[in-house]
């Protein structure tokens, strides 16, 4: 199964431990690339890879395409 193109920030949040509103704040401050749509904030796979690097996108995100 491949691993998953899309996330939102509470997947994203409890993935790396870290609290929802913090990622909003990162969208917000372009530090993370996102999109909003209404009022929910999507966040692609290169995204992540590009904030996290690719190590760290391997240890909290890769795992999906096990279950």
């Known amino acids: 199964m491949a691993t998953k193109q ?4 509470e997947e ?5 431990d870290m609290h929802p509103n913090s ?4 969208l917000q401050r372009d530090e993370i690339r996102g999109r909003k749509i209404g009022n ?7 995204a992540l890879r590009e ?5 760290l996108f ?3 995100f890769a795992n999906e ?3």
Do not use: K, M, P
Not at 6 to 9: A, I, Q
Not at 23 to 26: G, M
């Open 6 to 9: 899309t996330y939102n920030t």
């Open 51 to 55: 904030w996290l690097g690719d190590e």
């Open 23 to 26: 990622i909003r704040r990162n």
């Open 65 to 67: 395409e096990e279950a």
């Open 12 to 16: 994203v949040a409890e993935a790396i």
């Open 40 to 46: 929910q904030w999507v966040i692609t796979q290169s």
């Open 58 to 60: 391997e240890i909290h």
